[in-house]
């Protein structure tokens, strides 16, 4: 596996609290990606980043904000968690690589409940 | 931006037969397209992918064919094992000039002992 790790592995929460998932990789790789993951959508895009403070949106950023100050480290913050944020959520990095192909590489994920 | 389709959502095959996925993208501009598998309570991890440039690509007993006219591309499993039994999802460039991907929402591919 890529060397990317994820922070917490498992969290349980209110409605209403403040909640920051971590994303560190040692890859050094420019991309980086959060999606949520619920049984029949697949894998939807939250929010990515180009580059160091370079974010942009992805499909379903609504309630979602995100901050890259490292090129090692994109942070995923719910300002405040609703059930429907109850999901689990995956980080990625790509590099665009020899013959422009830019496969992403996904962390072990982060199993979020809300209550 | 890209809608990828992807047929069947499930699908069970008896041990040693063929499996086949299909995925339909929109973006006649599209030019990578791969495949991940993901097990259950797992990471989906890449396992073959193809350029726009060609029309097949093999690994072992997968193999990746890109049909551009019609838009669409397929993941071939042969000589099915149990251990094939996982979720596969196919993706697509979000849109042209993008390095995001477009995942369809997966395939349950079952394989009986």
């Known amino acids: 596996d890529a060397g990317i790790t994820q922070s917490p592995r498992h969290k349980v929460t209110e409605t209403g609290t403040p909640v920051t998932l971590r994303c560190h990789q040692t890859?050094?790789?420019?991309?980086m990606y959060w999606y949520r993951q619920d049984p029949g959508h697949g894998l939807r895009l939250i929010h990515y980043?180009?580059?160091?403070?370079?974010?942009d949106k992805g499909e379903v950023s609504d309630g979602y904000s995100v901050s890259r100050s490292k090129t090692e480290d994109f942070l995923l913050t719910l300002e405040s968690a609703t059930s429907s944020q109850t999901s689990v959520y995956f980080c990625a990095i790509s590099e665009v690589s020899r013959y422009d192909r830019y496969e992403q590489y996904f962390g072990p994920g982060t199993r979020l409940t809300v209550t | 931006g890209e809608n990828v389709e992807q047929h069947p959502s499930t699908l069970s095959v008896q041990e040693g037969d063929s499996a086949v996925i299909k995925c339909t993208y929109s973006?006649?501009?599209?030019?990578?397209f791969p495949w991940y598998k993901q097990e259950l309570g797992k990471r989906p991890q890449l396992i073959i992918d193809i350029r726009s440039n060609v029309g097949e690509k093999k690994d072992q007993r997968i193999a990746v064919t890109l049909n551009k006219t019609a838009k669409h591309f397929s993941l071939h499993i042969t000589e099915t094992q149990p251990e094939d039994s996982a979720v596969y999802f196919c993706a697509a460039p979000a849109g042209a000039g993008s390095y995001q991907l477009t995942f369809g929402k997966g395939t349950k591919l079952s394989v009986i002992p």
């Open positions: 890859e050094n790789h420019r991309y």
């Open positions: 973006d006649s501009a599209s030019n990578y």
């Open positions: 980043s180009y580059g160091v403070k370079d974010t």
